[in-house]
């Protein structure tokens, strides 16, 4: 294709002028997904750097005032309201704008609610709000001094979608509301993510860089420490990465639980979770820390109950009285979201045009920047007002002075304003609002009211004249209207206190999990078809145990529950459970596959406890091996942990406690092969070096032992049989071996 214009090849295709222009595909998509891009970054995801709300919730807010739903009024139908901003400015799904609405209700989400719910407007354990036609809303007073000044030409406005209504560009934001209330959004290409902070430390914040604009981000972070969530909180960010993610406007702060140990008396305690983090659900935080207990993965918690009502109270209750608070909650603290990391990327709209990530700084820069242009504007417009005002108040004197030709103008006269303008010199301003004065009014038209108000305006038109004509003076009006602002909404004002509290992290040591656990003996029972369980106590060797019907004992081993359970699967990976997590004894266990990723087509090889500082020799079916330390098999996952590399047919065979001095290896052609330990090679993992030489078959049996001992076996009547003399047997690695001697199993087995 070429841009050229080619004729069509239906004529039908474009009725105006019978053409079709042709462009590259690449071409048309990337101009239309620029302009798609560009739309959701201005008008959908990304907040307005100056009064901290996307166009939604602006739309929310001002449909709203249009509705007279004042902070002190009643309250409407929230389905009347999202209509109203559906059919005159939003032309979204009334669903996508009533989530939007109940949001700006939830104190829980909301640092400042900037919309007073009726209703079920949703609550922290993630339940979703009611529908629309159940709930009623209002607008608080924070978004009433948002929006203070709109009727006085504060901001620019602009038609709506169909062009029947005007709707304000931006609103005048008596508070930092980016900051405040905080703002989540996700554009093409780029994201916002901003925490709530608190009122009176940004206007703290603001006070200081009216006076001192070049101020350092050190500085600033004297006012504002850190965010203030609506849930409250501790953050145990350093100083140092707080003041960085403030400088750059990217970062991140880690934010935990508040908790407290609750002493029940007789050494008996529980922990109290009364603050959970912010944008955490309760319920599924609970989930969560249920499901820790079930899987075993935090030994020492014993429970954990929701006793919420009003306020968050969430019990732990742990497993014994011995058990360290400080242990338990930094486990809690790294398995669940008690601590979430809170990110900060504060990539805003400056001007309501580019999109920028600014340090905090500059964030607040903007913020005053406007104020003063909605000042500067508020001033004009009631400049303006004051000079009409004046104008007319000239006129009612004049009248005043000459109240009788007036009279009597306007009765004789058919045409008494030309009259009127031209014998007293009044302009039509002032002709008109004599003639539209009434006649109750003219007894109130007494000459001293008159003046006084003419002067009081005239006051105050030097007064904003020497406003706009002063910078300073500016400067000065805007800090007075940051400290009143500070008295409604600060930390002297209901629910304005800070909340989330600011705290060194401190250090979390790493506590091995068997210390945890109460140590106790057990015997691990394992049937042939791989069904596990952990009986109470050492059993003894001989005692009779159950199976499923058509099911055998295969592995019964002498453990604790501290011990580390090691699985060697026939596919050459090592598989580790804990004795504490291992199904009880009363019934028939579980089988291994529900408790690690064991393929179907592998068998048990082997199944042992991990003792440290052992050696294994690992061998397969086709007679490769080598010596693993004990320590390397150690899974840390249910899929295990790859050590003896085979590929199908040939299959692990073996796994044997390194003993001795001396290996000795028989295949199925029972030819036995004796060789020095040494020859083997010590290794993490691979396919092993050949141990025997086979023509037909492949490798039954290994083991190791000290060659001054000689090597036993038991014999076909169950006798313990000592080779002494091993000279026969005895050659290098990789040989073919001699027959086995007299007395050898039949299965081929040396145990």
Known sequence: MNDETVPPSDPSSDPSDGTVLAEPLARALGSRYLQ??????????LPDARDGLKPVHRRILYAMRELRLA??????????????????????????????????????????????GQGNFGNIDGDNPAAARYTEARLTAAAEALMEGLAEDAVDFRPNYDGTLDEPVVLPAAFPNLLANGSNGIAVGMAT???PHNIDELI???????????????????????????????????????????????GGFRLRAAWAVEDLGRGVWQIVVTEIPYQVQKSKLIERIAELIQMRKIPILADVRDESAE??????????????????MGMLFRNSDLEVRISLNMNVLIDGRTPKVCGLREVLRAFLDHRREVLVRRA?????????????LEGYIIAFLNLD?????????????????????????????????????????????????????????ADLEDLLGDEGVQWGRIADQLRATRKAFGKEAPGGARRSRLAEAGVIEDVPIEAMIEREPITVVCSKMGWIRAMKGHVAADTALKFKDGDEGRFVVHAETTDKIVIFGSNGRFYTLLG???????????????????PNEADIVDLFVHRPAVRLLVASSAGDGFVVPGDEVLAQTRAGKQVLNVRAPVRAQACRVVTGDHVAVVGDNRKLLVFALEELPEMARGKGVRLQKYKDGGMSDVMTFAIGDGLSWKDPAGRRRTEADLGEWLARRATAGRMAPRGFPRDNRFT
């Open 71 to 116: 902070s002190n009024g009643g309250f409407r139908k929230s389905a009347k309201i999202s209509g109203d901003v559906m059919g005159n400015y939003h032309p979204h799904g009334d669903a996508a704008i009533y989530d939007a609405m109940a949001r700006l209700a939830q104190d829980f989400n909301v640092r400042y609610p900037l919309v007073d």
């Open 193 to 195: 993510s901003i925490p």
């Open 405 to 461: 030709r007036v009279i009597e103008i306007i009765r004789t006269e058919d045409e008494p304003k030309p009259v009127m303008m031209a014998e007293f010199e009044l302009s039509d301003v002032q002709a008109e609002a004599i003639l539209n004065m009434r006649l109750r009014s003219l007894r109130k038209l007494e000459e001293m009211e008159l003046k006084r108000e003419h002067e009081a305006l005239l006051i105050e038109r």
């Open 311 to 328: 306020d968050v109270r969430i019990v732990l209750e742990p497993r014994s009285r011995s058990v360290d608070p400080e242990v338990l």
């Open 380 to 392: 004009r417009h009631r400049l303006a007002k004051i000079d009409h005002r004046l104008e007319v």
């Open 580 to 598: 504490a997590n291992l199904p009880g004894g009363r019934g028939m266990g579980e089988p291994v596959r529900l408790m690690v990723d064991l």
């Open 36 to 45: 798609y891009a560009l739309s959701t970054i201005m008008h959908r995801a």
């Open 204 to 250: 703290g914040a603001c006070l200081h860089l009216i006076k001192a604009p070049d101020a350092r981000d050190e500085t600033l972070l004297g006012y504002i420490p850190g965010p203030d969530f609506p849930t409250g909180g501790v953050i145990v960010e350093s100083r140092e990465n707080i003041l960085e993610a403030y400088r750059t406007g990217r």
